[in-house]
T-cell receptor, first 114, second 118 residues
Framework: SQQGEEDPQALSIQEGENATMNCSYK?????LQWYRQNSGRGLVHLIL?????REKHSGRLRVTLDTSKKSSSLLITASRAADTASYFC??????????????FGKGTLLTVNP | NAGVMQNPRHLVRRRGQEARLRCSPM?????VYWYRQLPEEGLKFMVY????????ESGMPKERFSAEFPKEGPSILRIQQVVRGDSAAYFC????????????????FGDGTRLSIL
């Protein structure tokens, strides 16, 4: 089964810097989503990019998708201490019958130091 | 707070006991998804239910695990005769309608139940 794999596993930066996280996957997708998880909490949906899109922005977030390389990146600009969390990519398969079945990677733990 | 509500937040059981995890979806949502998260891992899909129907249970172990979403009340994930390997965080998500055949519909997650087996 396909699986998103995030890279790096952990990232530590200073407040104000940009953070870039990458995600690779294996099979054809309908869309790719990024979620954030604060320690001990559930997942919060951040942004969704469809397979026919190459780039998407939402506030300080920028997501790119390269379907030829089966990879995506999440850029957080001007990071804040409150951005400290684990970030997961999740893929939705390109089969209409099961596109509720999110497949998550292991996540990137981002630490933003004040 | 009209978000997805899961309880209990933490549950401790001894080996061989039963664990019952509850999930109340967001108001207006009739579709529920359960995921399991092992330490240092991403979430793994377990089961997808709508009211009184199991749509897809392909990610759920065939033995000891069951799920339901009755007409009235929360969705229940039930684990019988728990073993140490069942220790994990169990997350519920909901959506307003079926996501089958649709794209671009995020799922809304609860804060999870952390199950510890002694």
């Amino acid at each position: 089964s396909q699986q998103g794999e995030e890279d790096p596993q952990a990232l530590s930066i200073q407040e104000g810097e940009n953070a870039t996280m990458n995600c690779s996957y294996k099979t054809s997708i309908n869309n790719l989503q990024w979620y954030r998880q604060n320690s001990g909490r559930g997942l919060v949906h951040l942004i969704l990019i469809r397979s026919n899109e190459r780039e998407k922005h939402s506030g300080r977030l920028r997501v790119t998708l390269d379907t030829s390389k089966k990879s995506s990146s999440l850029l957080i600009t001007a990071s804040r201490a409150a951005d400290t969390a684990s970030y997961f990519c999740a893929t939705v398969p390109n089969s209409g019958g099961s596109n509720y079945k999110l497949t998550f990677g292991k996540g990137t733990l981002l630490t933003v130091n004040p | 707070n009209a978000g997805v509500m899961q309880n209990p937040r933490h549950l401790v059981r001894r080996r061989g006991q039963e664990a019952r995890l509850r999930c109340s979806p967001m108001k207006g949502h009739s579709h529920v998804y359960w995921y399991r998260q092992l330490p240092e891992e991403g979430l793994k899909f377990m089961v997808y239910l709508q009211k009184e129907n199991i749509i897809d249970e392909s990610g759920m172990p065939k033995e000891r695990f069951s799920a339901e979403f009755p007409k009235e009340g929360p969705s229940i994930l039930r684990i019988q005769q728990v073993v140490r390997g069942d220790s994990a965080a169990y997350f519920c998500a909901s959506s307003p309608g079926s996501l089958q055949g649709k794209s671009g519909q995020p799922q809304h997650f609860g804060d999870g139940t952390r199950l510890s087996i002694l």
